[in-house]
Structure formats: C-alpha cells, structure tokens
C-alpha cells in the first residue's frame, strides 16, 4: 500500500464511507486499541473482522463527528506506520451505557501512532498507540 492508497482510506473514513474502508481489511482483520496505561481502568479492545469494525464506528459516529489528518508515514516491507491527528466533535450526549465519554459540545483531540501488519496489500492487523492528547483549542475540523 502506499501513500496515494492510505490518503484514499482517510478520505472513506472521514467521510463513513464503511463499506469502501473495511474493502481495505483482510477478512479476518483485527483492531488493538490501546489502554489508558496504569491497568486501573477497562481492558485495551479488539475489534475482530470487517463487519464489528464497521458497527463499532457506525455507533460511534451517532455521536460524534470523527476527522483523521495524516502526519507521518512509512511502509516497510508488509508493515504501515501512520501519525494521526484526530479530532472528535460531540454532537449528541451518548448514553451512559455506550461508554462514550463525550457530551455535546465537547471535542477531544489526539494524536495516535497506527501500525499496520499488511497482507497482500490489504490490512489484516491494526495496532492503534495514543500519544498525545491536545488542547480542544487547537481543533482544525
């Protein structure tokens, strides 16, 4: 995969295009968010396949406008890093039960680095590492 193919990616997420972004994933792709890193909080999630993908961030974005601006990237043999500046936008207060943690109004803003394992130039593993938080000030989006 390269860049030209990973910005057309972003541009589907951004704009929930699901079916053309999981078109991306191996079928049996799997997501690893990561924990908050003191082990006190819920365990780190994995998303198995394409289609809990999808109804993860259809539920997600009920909620919230989510926007990925790309920062670095590199391929390396069947490996993709990728820095993503991402904003999230609360439009609509999430109920207690989803686990959201926004309320309308509020953004959160980060930057995450993204490891992807390829396979046949599809994604069959995404490793998802926070690394910044950002002052809701600084939004773009």
């Known amino acids: 995969m390269n860049k030209k193919q990973y910005l057309e990616y972003i541009d589907h997420f951004n704009n929930k295009r699901y079916d ?26 994995t998303l198995h396949g394409p289609r809990e993908f ?20 590199m391929v390396v043999g069947n490996l993709l890093f990728a820095e993503l500046y991402t904003e999230f936008h609360c439009f609509k207060d999430s109920p207690p039960a989803a686990g959201l943690p926004w309320k309308k109004g ?5 930057t995450n680095w993204v490891l992807y394992s390829l ?16 002052e809701p000030t600084q939004a773009k989006f």
């Open 20 to 45: 053309a972004v999981t078109s991306y994933f191996t079928p049996d792709i799997t997501v690893e968010y990561f924990d908050n890193g003191t082990y006190s909080g819920p365990p780190a999630r």
């Open 54 to 73: 999808m109804e993860s961030y259809k539920n997600l974005h009920e909620y919230v406008r989510e926007v990925l601006e790309l920062g670095d990237f």
């Open 106 to 110: 509020e953004a959160s803003i980060m």
């Open 119 to 134: 396979e046949g130039n599809k994604m069959k593993r995404i490793r998802i590492a926070h690394f910044r938080m950002h």
